[in-house]
């Protein structure tokens, strides 16, 4: 039998890409979402995916969901993409708590959640694939993001943490960290900025969700079992180290 992905934040942007990239790769996919659900409805019955709504910072909703997902498809989730992500940008003076708060529960608090609630069956399974976005902004900082930075820079601790529990049951536990890609969230940042950003990238142009999901589709097959606690930076040489 296939085995199940769960792709959280997955109908919208890299996450869409992802889902799409692992059903054609054969694998029975499921795709969370947090609000935009006319977005999600239209991805649904395109890619014939199912849909999930539920706030990945939310324990008990995470928890229900995954409950709902594995008595409907029938199956444990055996991939786990932490792909959800928001930004609440600001310098630090005129960041409120609420917007720290929300980035780190929905961007890292997410992750905890997540792998909290599909790690005993995949312990049980003895097998298990996790990937865990994170960001070059984790990496290397970004100025007017103290929030987002501190939280995908912990998702990265995080992954190596985690990879040390799960290899002895054939979990492994990665990190993908996007340069800038070409989706909704960078589609924010102001005009003048992003021309100033791509200036900064040596290949000379924003990434495409599906250079993401690749990384994706080789961190969960089964023959990448010798890969765990890394992070895989896919940022067109913008941030190398
Ligand atoms: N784009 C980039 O350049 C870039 C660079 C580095 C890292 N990343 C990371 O890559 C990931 C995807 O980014 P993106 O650019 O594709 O973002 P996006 O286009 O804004 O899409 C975000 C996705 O996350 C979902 N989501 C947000 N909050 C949620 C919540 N509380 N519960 C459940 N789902 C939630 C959204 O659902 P709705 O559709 O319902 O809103 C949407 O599907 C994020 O973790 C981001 O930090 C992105």
């Not at 795709?31 to 849909?51: C, D, L, Q, W």
């Not at 007017?144 to 049951?169: C, D, M």
């Not at 924003?206 to 890969?227: K, M």
């Amino acid at each position: 039998m296939s085995r199940l992905a769960l792709v959280t934040g997955g109908t919208r942007g890299i996450g869409e890409a992802i889902s799409i990239r692992l059903k054609k790769a054969g694998y029975l996919v499921a795709a969370n979402y947090g609000s935009n659900e006319e977005k999600a409805a239209v991805f649904s019955e395109r890619h014939h995916i199912p849909v999930y709504k539920f706030d990945v910072a939310d324990f008990e909703a995470c928890k229900l969901a995954v409950e709902t997902i594995r008595s409907e498809l029938g199956h444990d989730i055996d991939i786990l993409v932490n792909n959800a992500g928001i930004t609440r940008d600001n310098t630090i003076h005129k960041m409120t708590p609420e917007c720290w708060h929300k980035v780190m529960d929905t961007n890292l608090g997410s992750c905890f959640n997540m792998c909290r609630i599909v790690i005993d069956s995949m312990r049980v399974n003895n097998f298990g694939r996790i990937v865990n976005i994170g960001s070059i902004n984790g990496q290397a900082g970004q100025y007017g993001q103290v929030n987002y930075a501190a939280a995908k820079s912990g998702i990265h601790g995080f992954t190596k943490a985690l990879a040390q529990e799960g290899a002895r049951h054939n979990i492994t536990v990665n990190a993908i960290a996007p340069g800038y890609i070409a989706t909704d969230m960078v589609k924010a940042v102001p005009e003048r900025v992003l021309e100033k950003i791509v200036a900064r990238i040596p290949i000379g142009r924003l990434g495409e969700a599906d250079e993401i999901a690749r990384g994706v589709e080789f961190l969960v097959a089964d023959e990448a079992g010798f890969v765990t606690g890394s992070t895989l930076s896919i940022n067109g040489g913008q941030h190398m180290y």
